[in-house]
């Protein structure tokens, strides 16, 4: 009876350190146990197209998933940006191959939508069968109609100092579609940059640092803001200074609001902001005439 009565306070003082023990092992059960992150796409994006400044978009503005589906692959694109976009989807090395509904096929895209552009499935079982769907976006609803000089405010608070270093049709850099209709306004870095026009913030980059004249390097970077405005047309806001913008995409701001500061980063010959005005002209980016408190329509100063 003595060894009984004596097992039994040994049995308890060694209890709190096997349940600690097994808690151990069950909490290391799990972390084996855990699953692997999912696997890439299969098909990942092959082309997307950005703001005229940068003319090339760093990070895509859609992606195209590819997932097994009834024998075949349904492929599925995936609108990346807090408004519209217009995507192209078109077959190519395609081999016993069937697609429905058929390509080349174009999609407009709401703010963060997702569509079904097609299905492939062989067409003959006993065939090997093989085809690569490729797409591009451009950002903006091409039905939308913007009409052409609409009047902005300046981007800038009341006395703020600047000076108009390129105009409509600046010899520099003023000279393709994108950017035909631009000022740029040479402005000290940390200026405050306002919202010329209301609209919804579209997309918005700010983390970039380098700058120069080096196209290959610099020409497709630079801090910006986007703004959707209610007619469909979009503002960018370009060369901003990095960790600058207050703004979030998706965010609604009127003319006057505070997006960021001026900085000098992308393809620049020194400190200024950069303001255009685009639509989708059907997969292209166009800029837009508009007018400006003093500037004047060929982007002249009053």
Known sequence: MAVTRESKPAMSRHLPLLLLALVVLMAAAVVLRRPHPPAAPAVPATESSGPAIPDRQPRPIYVLHSEPVGGGNRYTVSNRVAGPIEVACSLSDASNIVSDPPLPLRLTLAAHAERTVTRLRGLDPAQPARAEVRCQAVLGDPAADPADNVHYRLPFYAGTAWTLQQ????????????????????????????????????????????????????????????????????????????????????????????????????????????????????????????????????????
């Open 167 to 302: 105009g409509f049709n600046g010899p520099f850099s003023h000279q393709t579609d994108q950017s035909r209709y631009a000022l740029d306004f040479g402005v000290p870095i940390g200026t405050p940059i306002l919202a010329a026009r209301g609209g919804t913030v579209m997309e918005v980059e700010e983390e970039f640092r380098g700058h120069g004249l080096d196209l290959e390097r610099y020409g497709d970077r630079a801090n910006y803001v986007r703004i959707l405005q209610d007619d469909g047309s979009m503002a960018v806001y370009a060369h901003l200074a990095p960790e600058s913008v207050i703004v979030l995409p998706g965010e609604r701001v009127r003319a006057g609001d505070f997006l960021g500061k001026s900085g000098d980063t992308g393809y620049t010959t020194g400190p200024h902001l950069h303001f255009v005005v685009q639509k989708n002209a059907g997969m292209r980016l166009l800029s837009i005439p508009f007018s400006m408190d003093g500037v004047n329509a060929d982007g002249g100063r009053r």
